[in-house]
């Protein structure tokens, strides 16, 4: 078993996590060696020895290399005979069923009691270096998916960090008195930044949902080409640039209804302010017009549906050609 628990205590010399299980499996290789001298004392391997040796085991650099319990593994092959054979047979057979080795179909079709002891042999020292491979191919992934991980993260904090400082500019009084020096009435018509932002929100929490939902599944290259910072980046420019669209579509009365905002003074109007005093029951609030709330939306919709912003374009060429 070389699947490790990252979370694991330390033992007595340090190890944890990946050095443990590597620990772990050391020693079920030294006992599986040692129960064969007890049944076969003439029967050594010198190079199985010297892997086994404290001096190896004990080093830390040897603690994730993996090759040195997968060699053991190897020359161990060599040593069954019999119904040892069969059951080392057998429950390799299991490992590699449990942890998806591709070629386990093939092998199994293989598989024949009949066979000779070194037909076994081979037939299971293929199937252990494949399950060796399964192995280092998932060890890659968890790294990979850690990193993306942290990668989401750190782009998850910065955006809010973004959104933070947006919503802490608008509510201070300063700005509000720069922006009615400004020469344009309607804010959301040059404050598109605001727009775009949460175009790239959307694309954001669109590539973290499918992560979270798919990183299990997702192979090394899955995870470098769909996570990478260049691909994540370009993805939150699509997300950006849809929603500006967007923004203009709804602007030019190309689409509406009740789930979108409406201009307020008609053709020539833009979406009036973005801020509002509700007053109503209670004490009377500032906070985001019914039209700024809605923009945010369907920008948010624009940048997390990689296709809603393409139908909608299609749907208004189609209507345009009656």
């Known amino acids: 078993m070389q699947d490790t628990d990252s979370n694991a205590s330390t033992d007595s010399m340090g190890r944890r996590g990946e050095e443990r299980a590597w620990a772990a499996h050391m020693a079920g290789l030294r006992a599986s060696y040692h129960r064969h001298l007890v049944q076969h004392p003439a029967k050594k391997d010198l190079r199985i020895e010297a892997l086994l040796d404290q001096k190896i085991t004990d080093a830390p650099e040897n603690w994730r290399n993996w090759e040195i319990p997968n060699e053991i593994e190897i020359l161990l092959v060599q040593l069954k005979l019999g119904p040892d054979l069969d059951v080392a047979l057998d429950s390799a057979f299991l490992t590699a069923e449990k942890i998806l080795v591709p070629s386990f179909g093939i092998l199994n079709k293989r598989r024949d009691g009949t066979q000779s002891d070194e037909v076994k042999q081979a037939l299971l020292a293929k199937l252990l270096r494949d399950t060796h491979n399964r192995y280092a191919a998932r060890r890659s992934e968890r790294a990979e998916r850690a990193l993306v991980a942290k990668r989401m993260t750190y782009l998850g904090f ?45 694309a954001y929490l669109s590539r973290l ?42 602007s030019g009365h190309l689409i509406g209804g009740e789930l979108f905002p409406a201009p307020e003074n008609g053709a020539t109007g833009g979406f009036g302010d973005l801020w509002t005093v509700h007053n109503g029951d209670g004490m009377p609030y500032e906070g985001p017009s019914a039209n700024f709330a809605k923009l945010i939306v369907w920008c948010f919709i624009a940048g997390f549906s990689e296709r809603f912003l393409p139908d909608s374009l299609s749907a208004l060429e189609a209507k345009s050609r009656g």
Do not use: C
């Open 209 to 250: 949902i499918a992560f979270q939902n798919t990183a299990v599944k997702l192979s090394v290259d899955d995870l470098e080409n769909g996570y990478s910072w260049h691909f994540l980046m370009v993805r939150l420019l699509v997300g950006g640039l849809s929603s500006v669209i967007l923004y203009f579509v709804i």
């Open 158 to 202: 910065g955006l809010t960090g973004v959104i933070v400082g947006v919503f802490l500019v608008l509510g201070t009084g300063w700005f509000a008195v720069a922006v009615e020096k400004m020469p344009f009435t309607d804010l959301v018509k040059y404050n598109l930044i605001v727009t775009t932002f949460f175009g790239f929100l959307g």
